[in-house]
């Protein structure tokens, strides 16, 4: 088991050392920089210049790879440009909204998504199967950037139950219970939209295993000591056709990064998807690399606490 | 044997693939060059409809908000609309994204006030006089002399001090200084090359003389001086002077607690979304009329559902594309004024020498016949642009120097009139024409002319106005081609036209736009050794009127407005660009907003007068 993880893990080491070259060089090779946007008659272009030089912009870029890897090993990301502050201390403000987005989205998912594929399962091919079927495939074709924009329109402004924009309401005192509950009730509805539309694996997943299950030996064996309906589906199958779904949580993670850059932008939340693609369009390098290799980190990180899972799950997978 | 098939097969495969490929690029460039024709009669069309209704002229608007009654105190709900996040270096000296000039603008202000013409005037935080600075290495430099009022306060009870003017000097003049602000206007200070160069310790041409009086001498005394030349900002010392210059910008003075002198001071941040401000009630103008301003921001693709559901009373800038559709929004008044803004098409006529830091003309580029780009100024309708693409919030340019400057517009000056018959004389005069028969000019030695128009992204009337331009030549019977067949986003734009100096040969002409500064003065976007001069153009009459426009002779305002009348018409003359829109600025205020104004000479100007604004209702009415 350990062996097995740790092998895992040694493989992640050079995944992340070429995703970090990719990133910063495609970075670099993007047209403009964060001085482009400053094209301004009241700002002297030599002083544009200067600052181009300062900043080492006109180094080579393995030069320049080498100085920010050196950095990163460190935990130091460079400065932003555009905010004038360390990276670190940006993405620190913002990782923290866009975890609790993602943990919310994460558990409402779970909260719709299980209840729905057990009772898929239990019922296969009844009208409530076809129904719930119906509705998880209407999830899967649904563009989340559209239903995002949706929801907004009719949740936010039509019936006005949710804010529309921000992660708190202004001038509240961090740290009160009023702060806290404005800080939920702003990230209600971006999480419900997204949670809404993303339960249509699991809720498959989960209908297909409990239909499998079902006609095991095992299933029969219980049935046939006369263990009630309720106990058979509680105790020993949703207990084994929970597994597969446990292994999916780490894919779960980069579907959310997907999904948060375009929610985040949708309703406004200032999280790590809107930075990501804010810093892409005004060209701030050291917070587009940061982000990006944070979240292809993520990525990684999910996909190897997916394998882990498995493993633990299923050992036929450590041997190999 | 087998395998070999399957190589076979797959080569096969890659050809028909190939085939495919090749067919369906043919048949966009086929469809591209037959889809202007279609645009232009759908515009046809909207013409018909638009002579008849929904067209709007700045008569159109109200510049002062109809409401006038008593305020109330209350709240006022600020919308800065920007699709993105303010980045909070909230200080005059720092800042460099427009969000944040608009945030900090709430509570901290310019020492000097400026009227509608741009002048400084004396009515601000800070009175001024001049007196001529004569010495053997600056023969007419000036000395401006500053008193502060005395009851002009810091949000912390401090007064603004000289010291803390000069601070701002010291600070921007910093070899370690990080922003954006230090230029030209900072080193025409005595002593500053030396303060900038590390040399000095101080900067000798400003002198703090007591508590509330400065004086700043600068080498050569010009009238640019006093529309925008002084930087008017000062940066409370007793907070920063413990602050190593290079770390300012991401300290808490500037990010977490920034203060100022303005009318509201800031009560807490939510950072990148929202500010809070509460009213200082010892502003030095008065007692402001509100309790409190709630900042926060709102995206473009939302404004109008905020507006009308009064989540914001007023936001700093309406996106005109939207307006239209928005114009009889039942609870929100528009306002508007011409905008500092002029959109152009500009001609590429050589390129940046980097070495020498000046334009170099190319007598030999693709555009440097006159009589090419006269013709191509005739050749375009800019009014039916104005009316088509934007219901007349933007309408047809004259000259280089936009109406929002009015006592330098020379309005007089008819600039290009539409007239395809005579833009086809002057080419047929001048030798453009077709010698092949294929219906498109030649240039006069018989060869092939193509010409490669860059044109930026970004807006929904971004393609089909390019595409009208275009148009608009080839009825004249030029060959203009978009620039890669497609348009540039605005990086990529900036970058192949030459802000940084490498300027790419592949683009002949390009449409761009100028916001342009409170100083007439066109120096920066034409001067010869100006990097902002795109179309590389320079001629000794232009360099001669320009210098003439900041001389000693030009604070003599008639003399000026001459000289710029000559300037606008000889840019008419010579063509290095031609201008193509005015702009209105458009501003919506919710009907319980009193006290606000976007005329610039009202006393209620809402930049100077930002104290009076006020509401008349406890909540903002909503959209019926």
């Given at each position: 088991m350990w062996k097995f993880s740790l092998r895992r893990i040694m493989i992640m080491i050079p995944q992340l050392i070429v995703l970090s070259i990719f990133i910063f060089v495609l970075a670099k090779m993007m047209p403009g920089d964060a001085l482009s946007g400053q094209i301004d008659p009241n700002i002297d272009p030599e002083r544009i210049e200067e600052i181009r030089v300062q900043m080492g912009w006109y180094d080579p870029w393995h030069e320049q790879y080498a100085s920010w890897i050196g950095g990163v090993v460190t935990g130091d990301f460079g400065d932003s440009f555009r905010f004038k502050m360390p990276v670190t201390e940006i993405i620190s403000q913002r990782i923290v909204n866009s975890f609790w987005l993602s943990l919310v989205t994460l558990i409402l998912t779970y909260l719709i998504a299980i209840p729905l594929g057990i009772t898929s399962g239990r019922y296969n091919d009844t009208l409530r199967d076809q129904l719930i079927q119906g509705y998880s495939y209407l999830g899967f074709a649904t563009p989340l950037f559209i239903f995002a924009l949706v929801m907004l329109w009719v949740f936010g402004f039509k019936l006005g139950w949710f804010p529309t924009s921000g992660s708190v309401t202004p001038g509240l005192e961090p740290g009160t219970f009023d702060y806290f509950m404005s800080k939920f009730y702003h990230l209600l509805l971006p999480a419900l939209s997204m949670a809404l539309i993303a339960t249509y694996n699991t809720i498959l997943y989960l209908r297909n295993e409990i239909v499998d299950t079902k006609q095991k030996d095992f299933v029969l064996t219980a049935k046939a000591k006369g263990a009630s309906e309720t106990r058979i589906y509680n105790q020993h199958i949703l207990r084994n056709s929970l597994l597969p779904i446990a292994a999916f949580f780490g894919y779960e993670i980069t579907l959310l990064i997907g999904g948060s850059i375009f929610i985040e932008n949708i309703f406004g939340y200032p999280g790590m998807g809107q930075l990501l693609v804010e810093s892409v369009t005004l060209r701030d390098y050291s917070v587009v690399t940061a982000t990006t290799l944070l979240f292809g980190a993520a990525s990684v990180l999910g996909a190897l606490l997916s394998d882990i899972i498995l493993s633990i799950v299923d050992p036929r997978i450590r041997i190999k | 044997m087998s395998k070999n098939s399957l190589t076979k097969w797959l080569f096969a495969l890659m050809l028909a693939l190939l085939l495919v490929v090749a067919a369906c690029s043919d048949k966009t460039s086929e469809d591209s060059s037959d889809e202007p024709k279609k645009s232009e009669e759908k515009e046809d069309e909207k013409d018909g409809e638009d002579s008849e209704e929904g067209l709007y002229t700045l008569?159109?608007?109200?510049?002062?908000?109809?409401?006038?009654g008593e305020p109330i105190g209350g709240t006022l709900n600020y919308g800065l609309v920007s699709d993105t996040v303010f980045e909070g270096t909230l200080n005059f000296n720092f800042y460099d994204g427009n969000p944040d000039a608009v945030v900090i603008g709430w509570f901290d202000e310019a020492l000097l006030g400026m009227d509608e013409n741009f002048m400084y005037t004396q009515d601000g935080a800070a009175t001024f006089e001049t007196e001529d600075y004569v010495t053997d290495e600056y023969p007419d430099g000036v000395t401006f002399t500053f008193k502060i009022r005395d009851n002009v306060n810091w949000h912390d009870g401090n007064p603004v001090t000289a010291e803390d003017w000069a601070f701002s000097y010291e600070v921007i003049g910093h070899p370690e200084y990080t922003g954006v602000r230090y230029g030209v206007d900072f080193a025409e200070i005595v002593g500053m090359d030396e303060y900038h160069a590390g040399e000095a310790d101080t900067i000798s041409g400003i002198e703090v003389v007591d508590e509330k009086t400065l004086k700043i001498t600068y080498k050569r005394s010009n009238p640019s001086l006093l529309t925008g030349g002084i930087w008017p900002y000062a940066m409370p010392k007793h907070i920063f002077e413990d602050i190593p210059i290079a770390e300012m910008a991401e300290s808490d003075a500037v990010r977490k607690n920034p203060i100022g002198m303005g009318p509201y001071k800031v009560d807490s941040i939510v950072p990148g979304e929202s500010v809070v401000y509460k009213k200082f009630e010892d502003y030095w103008r008065g007692e402001p009329a509100l309790d409190e301003v709630v900042l926060k921001v709102v995206s473009p693709q939302t404004v109008v559902q905020e507006l009308e559901t009064g989540g914001v009373d007023m936001v700093n800038a309406f996106p005109a594309d939207q307006f239209v559709d928005n114009a009889d929004m039942s609870n929100v008044e528009f306002l508007a004024n011409i905008d500092l803004y002029y959109a152009y098409v500009g001609f590429k006529l050589g390129n940046w020498d980097a070495e020498n830091k000046k334009v170099n003309m190319d007598p030999n580029a693709k555009m440097a016949d006159v009589n090419l780009r006269k013709a191509m100024a005739h050749a375009v309708d800019t009014d039916a642009v104005g009316k088509n693409f934007y219901h007349g919030i933007r309408w047809k340019a004259t000259t280089l120097i936009p109406p929002s400057h009015p006592e330098y517009h020379d309005a007089e000056n008819p600039g290009f009139e539409y007239d395809p018959e005579l833009a086809k004389q002057i080419l047929d005069d001048a030798g453009y024409v077709d010698v092949d028969g294929d219906g498109l000019r030649e240039n006069p030695e018989g060869e092939e002319l193509v010409i490669n128009y860059a044109a930026m992204s970004g807006s929904e009337v971004a393609e089909p106005m390019a595409k009208f331009f275009i148009q608009s030549w080839q009825n004249v019977g030029l060959n203009v081609q978009l620039l890669d067949g497609r348009l540039q986003e605005f990086n990529t734009f900036y970058d192949r036209v030459g802000q940084s100096g490498e300027d790419d040969p592949a683009v002949d002409i390009y449409s761009g736009a100028w916001g342009v500064g409170s100083d007439v003065n066109p120096y920066g976007l034409y001067g010869p050794d100006q990097m902002f001069n795109f179309p590389r153009y320079e001629s000794e009459k232009n360099s001669e009127l320009l210098a003439e426009g900041i001389s000693a002779e030009s604070f003599d305002l008639e003399h000026r407005k001459q000289v710029y009348k000559e300037w606008q018409q000889l840019m008419i003359d010579e063509v290095p660009v031609f201008p193509t829109l005015y702009a209105l600025e458009i501003v919506p205020v919710n009907k319980r907003v009193t006290n606000f104004s976007v005329d610039r000479a009202s006393d209620i100007y809402y930049d100077e007068n930002r104290y009076k604004i006020g509401v008349t209702a406890e909540e903002a009415e909503k959209a019926k």
């Open positions: - | 008569e159109d608007f109200n510049m002062d908000a109809s409401n006038t």
